[in-house]
């Protein structure tokens, strides 16, 4: 699971989540769980995305969360109110296509 939680954290920052100006500075944030969040990568991450990485990267592993309460996590899980209709995701692909079907007719008359 800490995987998990490094991976999550390295697709939303694009950087690493123990990094340090040398080998050794990198080896002892691992060892020693040194995990921060600067605002500068996390200023658009959702609470809910940060507070899933914190619950996975965990020093003691029986204190981490489980596979069962990461899949069951808010950022994980879309409740009624989040999620989009069927009608809002075909309205949505609709208008991508439409663009995307204005930008190949403009580029066919250049």
């Not at 609470?47 to 981490?64: S, T």
């Not at 069927?86 to 663009?99: K, R, T, V």
């Amino acid at each position: 699971m800490w995987n998990i939680g490094v991976l999550i954290y390295v697709l939303v920052t694009g950087h690493t989540p123990f990094g340090g100006s040398t080998k050794l500075d990198t080896q002892s944030n691992i060892t020693h769980c040194i995990l921060d969040f600067p605002s500068d990568l996390f200023e658009k991450i959702s609470k809910k995305c940060i507070d899933l990485i914190q619950k996975l990267i965990v020093r003691i592993p029986k204190h981490r969360a489980t596979v069962h309460e990461s899949l069951k996590h808010p950022w994980i899980c879309f409740n009624e109110e989040t999620t989009l209709s069927n009608e809002q995701i075909i309205d949505s692909l609709e208008e991508e296509i439409d663009g995307l079907t204005n930008e190949i007719d403009a580029q066919n008359f250049n």
